[in-house]
């Protein structure tokens, strides 16, 4: 269970994983054949950032989903101020069981989530969802070098994700899963510091604030480390964003 100090830090903040608007468009476009006003799910939207970033991409209607009630209401509050309120629906679910019939969505877009619930076991579960010819459009962390050149320090830094595996075994799972890959990349450190500037800029603000509190400022360490982290290990690691098609049974 996450700890009052995890959201001390992230509270407020625009994103709650690596990504940023570029990878976003950059992944959107890769998808061709969408309807006028596409029926769009995003799964373990937190914040929203990317969830604005396909509002402004497409005239479609996003469901939201997240667990987290304080990320959805910073959700709807940046949709009304951007003049999105009206196609933007934000839903408090979980992702491994989400309150929708088969065939509603035209794309399903998840951010640095699908691991919560085992990525295979995710873009499985939610094929479902989409229609005939439906969009998948997800981003997970992978080693971005065969996992036996990937040194023991590395491995001990990600020891809470040891399914990890490589950019061609994420493939492989989105590939057994149903779907026709139709591009990928890599997110570049730009996307990353997206993410991790404002934290670390968070960091060192609730340094000052909890001067003198020693069990505190260790569990505020925590989350400077995993900036140290990448700092360290980038080089061997990233997120693979995959856009992929629901393939049909003769595909």
């Not at 309807?35 to 799910?41: G, I, N, S, W």
């Not at 009304?80 to 069981?97: E, V």
């Amino acid at each position: 269970m996450l700890d009052e100090m995890f959201w001390t830090v992230h509270s407020g903040l625009k994103r709650e994983g690596p990504g940023d608007e570029a990878s976003a468009r950059r992944a959107f476009a890769a998808i061709h054949g969408l309807p006028p006003r596409p029926a769009v799910l995003d799964v373990g939207c937190g914040p929203g950032g990317q969830t604005l970033t396909l509002a402004a991409l497409t005239d479609g209607t996003i469901t939201a989903v997240d667990n987290h009630q304080p990320f959805l209401d910073d959700l709807a509050a940046a949709a009304a101020t951007q003049g999105f309120a009206d196609r933007i629906r934000p839903l408090n679910a979980s992702m491994a069981a989400l309150p929708f019939d088969g065939e509603t969505f035209d794309l399903i877009w998840s951010e640095g989530a699908a691991y919560l619930m085992g990525f295979a076991e995710a873009v499985a579960a939610w094929r479902p969802l989409l229609k005939s010819g439906g969009w998948l459009a997800v981003s997970e962390a992978c080693w971005l070098k065969p996992l036996d050149q990937i040194p023991e320090d590395a491995r001990a830094y990600w020891a809470e994700y040891p399914a990890m595996t490589t950019v061609d075994g994420v493939l492989g799972q989105v590939e057994a899963a149903g779907y026709r890959i139709w591009d990928h990349f890599i997110l570049p450190p730009q996307a990353w510091w997206t993410y991790y500037g404002p934290i670390e800029a968070r960091v060192a603000s609730l340094r000052e604030a909890f001067a003198g509190d020693a069990d505190r400022l260790a569990r505020l360490e925590v989350h400077q480390q995993e900036v140290d982290g990448y700092r360290r290990f980038g080089a061997l690691y990233s997120y693979v964003f995959v856009v992929a098609q629901k393939a049909s049974p003769n595909d």
